[in-house]
């Protein structure tokens, strides 16, 4: 497999009221979404990423249906782009410095540097899979699991969208107990794998590859006693009564919820759907606009 990777650019400048659901078109087929506010806050630039070449007239027959469901008219429309071809692993281990966030201390295998005495070292290649510790949502995550780790012991998480799977091992090498890490994407998984055999956990993570909470692994391997999802606002949305229904009850001694990868904008959404379900929102931490939340019952 070559590092040369093609990617398509699916994009449109839609009314903002229409922005959710412009979005959720777009995280059915790609790997990355993007929103962006333009003008006075009245229209948002919502683009997409994918591996494929996108099916065009199914793309452009979806915005149509949600911008009339939303009382548009069906004027905006979606532009295709080829994203031209680049080395994306070479450019993103030369943009990947080393980082300390908390106890943890996250570096790629590209660079030698000397470990600081103590810290929990993650030895992590993101490749083609989203996750390095230098995104705000990711950063967050490691953030709480570090303040966690100070007052408590789990013994059965789940990495929820696990990407390059670096919270999967933050928390296999925290607690050194078995960690489920479970994403949609195939490649996803490979680096996951990869990624904790070079870390010495290969026996700790069980990274698997299905839809969400549907996944039979995932299923069997609950109730959780720690969930971490870094994911997007609408998929966490979509996926509160699964998590509360996969999180440790409350006669068993409850779960914690850490949920990542919202814009600081969202984050009262985000709460308010698991909160509808029974949980407790304990802390909300935003950094750099972006927002991590910690939620328990």
């Not at 450019?91 to 300390?100: D, G, I, K, M, R």
């Not at 949609?184 to 290969?202: F, H, M």
Request: hydrophobic share 45%; glycine share 10%; charged share 20%.
């Amino acid at each position: 497999m070559t590092d040369a990777v093609f990617l398509w650019r699916v994009a449109a400048n839609v009314p903002a009221d229409a922005r959710l659901a412009v979005e959720e078109i777009l995280e059915t087929h790609c790997v990355v979404v993007l929103s962006m506010e333009t003008g006075d806050g009245s229209a948002w630039d919502v683009e997409g990423f994918i591996g494929v070449e996108p099916d065009r007239k199914a793309f452009q027959k979806d915005l149509a249906r949600v911008l009339k469901a939303c009382g548009h008219a069906p004027e905006a429309a979606f532009k295709f782009d080829l994203v031209p071809q680049r080395d994306w692993l070479a450019e993103n281990l030369a943009s990947f410095p080393p980082l300390h966030i908390g106890r943890y201390f996250i570096y790629g295998s590209h660079v030698e540097v000397p470990q600081p005495a103590g810290a929990v070292t993650l030895n992590l290649d993101p490749g083609t899979a989203f996750g390095s510790g230098e995104h705000a949502s990711t950063a967050g995550c490691l953030t709480i699991l570090d303040t966690l780790a100070k007052s408590r012991r789990f013994k059965r998480p789940l990495d929820m969208g696990c990407g390059s799977g670096i919270l999967a091992l933050a928390m296999a090498k925290t607690w050194r107990v078995p960690v489920v890490a479970s994403d949609i994407d195939p490649e996803s998984v490979r680096v996951t794998r990869l990624n904790a055999r070079q870390n010495g956990v290969g026996p700790l993570v069980r990274a698997v590859c299905g839809r969400g909470y549907r996944s039979q692994a995932v299923a069997r391997s609950g109730p959780y006693d720690l969930i971490v999802a870094n994911i997007l606002a609408r998929p966490l949305i979509k996926m509160a009564g699964d998590l509360v229904r996969h999180l440790r009850p409350a006669r068993q001694g409850g779960g914690t919820a850490i949920l990542s990868g919202l814009l600081a904008r969202d984050a009262r959404w985000v709460a308010a759907a698991h909160e509808a379900w029974g949980l407790r929102l304990n802390r909300t931490l935003v950094h750099d606009g972006w927002a991590t939340l910690v939620l328990s019952r």
